[in-house]
Structure formats: C-alpha cells, structure tokens
C-alpha cells in the first residue's frame, strides 16, 4: 500500500515569501504529526493533528507557522514570511491512533531552502 | 518531560567491530523507548521498540531503570548498518526525539 507522501520533495524561495508544505498520510491513520530536521539540530516536533484538530502546536517556532488539516487527511504548512534559519527538512508523519506508542510512519520530507 | 541524550554526535567503526549506540533517558511514566533510523537517501523508519523485545537487523536494545539508558547494541557491525540512529521515548501523543547518532561502517 501506499506510504506517507509529501510534495514538493524540494522547494526553494526567497526570503519573505510564503511557503505550503503537503503531506498525504496513510489511509485510515488518524494522527498525523509534523517534524523539523535541520543539520546538527536533529528532529524537531511541530505540531500533531488527532483527526482535524490540533491538540500539541507547541514546537511551532513562530506564529509564522501554521498547519491545518482537512477530513482527517491531508495536512498543509504554511511558513509565511520565510526566513533562511527556515530552511530545513520537513518530515510528515502519521500514525493509527494518538497514542504514541503507535509506530509513526514518516514520509519522504520536503527539503525547503530560503535564500 | 521526557528528554533523551544521545551523547555521541558521530560513532565510527570497522565492519564485523560491536557496536553500542548509547541513550539515555529522562523520563517519568512507562518507559517505552523505540530507536528509529534513517539510512542515506530513505525514510525515516522504527527499527525497534524495547516492548517488543526483539532482535532487528542483528541489533537489541535493553532498557536499564537503574542507569535510565536504552543503548542500541549489535555485536558485528556490517557497512549496511550505516545510517542516522534516533533514540525516542514516547511524549503525551508525539515522540521526543534524540539529536541522533551518525553510524559510520568502514570496510
């Protein structure tokens, strides 16, 4: 079956501008989470959805970051304004329940790039 | 909260050497501890989980309560266990991952 999947794979914008990031989770997995991987950063948590809602956006960095999810699918995130401390790659991740003891099934991530 | 230290940024070794990727945790509630990796060019993926209690690849992880860590350990490297190891206990419905270790196999 079909895994997580994200677009774009890469993006790159100049700074200011307003970005969105996709991803599809698996079919049927209610939560579904968002992560920054940047060098030397490791994984950073963004936000977690459990359906439409969003219970955890407490690793959103800025108020420049949004995220929303329609009919317990598909995820955006909007940057807006990016900044180059932005660029990174976003992982999308999406599990059977909330709990977290569920394994999380990560997509291929969107390398952004802010120049 | 739950945190997790994986002390060593880069871990390099010759293949058929024993390897130990170390984490250690600090963590209240039911210590479930999963390790995740991320070999070049792939997918973030679980390796294993402590509950589980099972081998992976030739690689075994056994919680420590009195030392609080949960160390990845394989007794023969091989050049395809060359990747991006994350260690992870479970937070209130996310993960809290490591900052990971970079496993490097050398023939």
């Known amino acids: 079956g079909a895994g997580v999947s994200q677009s774009p794979s890469n993006k790159v914008t100049e700074k200011g501008k307003d970005v969105e990031l996709r991803c599809d989770p698996i079919?049927?997995?209610?939560?579904l989470y968002w992560y920054r991987q940047s060098l030397g950063q490791g994984l950073e948590f963004l936000i977690y959805f459990q359906g439409n809602s969003a219970p955890d956006k407490s690793g959103l960095p800025s108020d420049r970051f949004s995220a929303e999810r329609t009919g317990g699918s598909v995820s955006t995130l909007t940057i807006q304004r990016t900044q180059q401390e932005d660029s990174a790659v976003y992982l999308c991740?999406?599990?059977?329940?909330?709990?977290?003891?569920?394994?999380?099934?990560f997509g291929p991530g969107t390398r952004l790039t802010v120049l | 909260a739950q945190r997790v230290t994986q002390p060593e940024k880069l871990l390099s070794v010759f293949k058929g050497a024993p390897v130990e990727l170390k984490c250690n945790y600090s963590?209240?509630?039911?210590?479930?501890l999963f390790w995740y990796v991320q070999y070049s060019r792939q997918r973030l993926q679980l390796l294993l989980r402590?509950?589980s209690r099972e081998s992976i690849k030739g690689f075994t992880a056994d919680l420590n309560k009195g030392e609080t860590s949960f160390h990845l350990k394989k007794p023969f490297a091989q050049e395809e266990d060359s990747a991006m190891y994350y260690c992870a206990p479970p937070g209130f419905q996310k993960l809290v991952f490591g900052t990971g270790t970079r496993l490097l196999v050398s023939p």
């Open positions: 963590y209240s509630g039911s210590p479930e």
């Open positions: 402590h509950i």
């Open positions: 991740a999406s599990s059977l329940g909330r709990s977290s003891y569920n394994e999380q099934f």
């Open positions: 079919s049927g997995h209610t939560a």
